[in-house]
């Protein structure tokens, strides 16, 4: 890895780490010029899915990642980490294992999170960025309220509803917002 | 993707993230999926054969290389999914976490993956398997007994490599 990562100023490792309550504070206070020399006008979210209990992508989103992909190629990425979630789970040493919560590649990092029925949320984001998992549990909230509690939506089928669609746009924005750190 | 100055061991090996043994075990694949190497020092639940528990292991980074490739948010021309990468081309991955696990994992040019299966909480380990390899150079690779591709039977690699992951966090 001899530059990406390296050559990132000191506060984007400092991000990169899981932080204390303070720190995090301390995050937010920064001057805003400082880390938005930092951030430049990147997205910190690229994209983000939600697939069924078995697989299946019920709602995809894309927040400007580089190369557009096609719905098929989403499908197959989606039903692939459901695999891995579940080959993950069988190769842990010790038992008790969820699945994989944090996949960290040279790019991006990708943040899962699974509700208790099985259905998986994640996130894929730029590397180090935080407050994901929180973003992940809103956006579960925002589910369950909009779309769980639509009398219309049919269990396990794809998400298309007006209501959770603003929502969760607007809870991406204050996430980016967050990380900007108004 | 890595690039490796030499293959001369670091006067001193990157410090360890914490005290304690949390290494649980540590996988060595060449590139055609033989598993080289397996060393385990702390693995309670075991559900499978070790021969279908290597073939797992390699089919899982397999995958996941393939799915980050084609993920990769930065890049224009990703390909298609699951069509074979060489070492270095697309975008791989360095580690993942579950609740209960951390697998780090690093891939040399020549195609050989490195594994090490860790605490949850374990802080970034690419430079401890890069030491690794190193060890993997200087004492199997330099060793005129060795032939590539078998398995390691190397009682002087195994001990070292025992005692720095012990000594790791």
């Known amino acids: ?182 | 993707m890595q690039f490796f100055g030499g293959t001369e061991i670091s006067p001193s090996p990157p410090a360890p993230t914490a005290s304690g043994n949390n290494a649980h075990m540590l996988y060595i694949f060449n590139r055609n999926g033989i598993c080289l190497l397996y060393r385990e020092w702390n693995r309670p639940l075991k559900t499978l054969s070790s021969q279908q528990d290597h073939k797992l292991m390699f089919g899982l980074l397999f995958s996941l290389k393939s799915l980050t490739a084609k993920m990769d948010p930065t890049s224009v021309e990703k390909g298609n999914l699951g069509v074979p990468q060489l070492p270095g081309q697309g975008c791989s991955f360095h580690s993942f976490r579950t609740n209960t696990y951390k697998l780090s994992f690093m891939e040399s040019p020549s195609g050989i993956k490195i594994i090490l299966v860790t605490h949850p909480r374990t802080g970034d380990l690419r430079d401890s398997l890069k030491y690794i390899y190193n060890l993997y150079v200087e004492y199997v690779v330099k060793n005129p007994l060795y032939s590539p591709g078998s398995p390691i039977r190397c009682e002087l690699f195994n001990k070292t490599v025992d005692q720095y992951v012990r000594g790791l966090g």
Not at chain 1, 63 to 72: E, K, L, P, Q, V
């Open chain 1, 1 to 182: 890895m001899p530059s990406a990562l390296g050559e990132e100023p000191n506060t984007l490792s400092a991000l990169g780490r899981r932080s204390s309550k303070a720190d995090e504070k301390r995050q937010r206070h920064t001057p805003l010029l400082e880390t938005q020399s930092n951030k430049q006008t990147m997205a910190a979210v690229y994209s983000l899915y939600i697939i069924n209990k078995s697989g299946g992508l019920i709602f995809y989103k894309d927040y400007g990642s580089a190369g557009r992909m096609d719905t098929n190629d989403t499908l197959r990425l989606a039903s692939l980490w459901h695999s891995m979630h579940a080959i993950s789970q069988q190769l842990s040493p010790v038992s008790g294992c969820s699945g994989i919560e944090l996949l960290q590649a040279d790019t991006f990092d990708l943040h899962c999170f699974q509700s208790l029925t099985g259905t998986k949320f994640f996130v894929v984001c730029e590397p180090g960025t935080l407050h994901m998992e929180s973003l992940l549990k809103h956006i579960y909230e925002l589910y369950t309220d909009y779309v769980l509690k639509n009398p219309f939506y049919e269990m396990e089928m794809p998400i298309r509803c007006e209501l959770f669609d603003i929502n969760l746009a607007q809870a991406v924005q204050k996430d980016r917002v967050a990380l900007l750190g108004r």
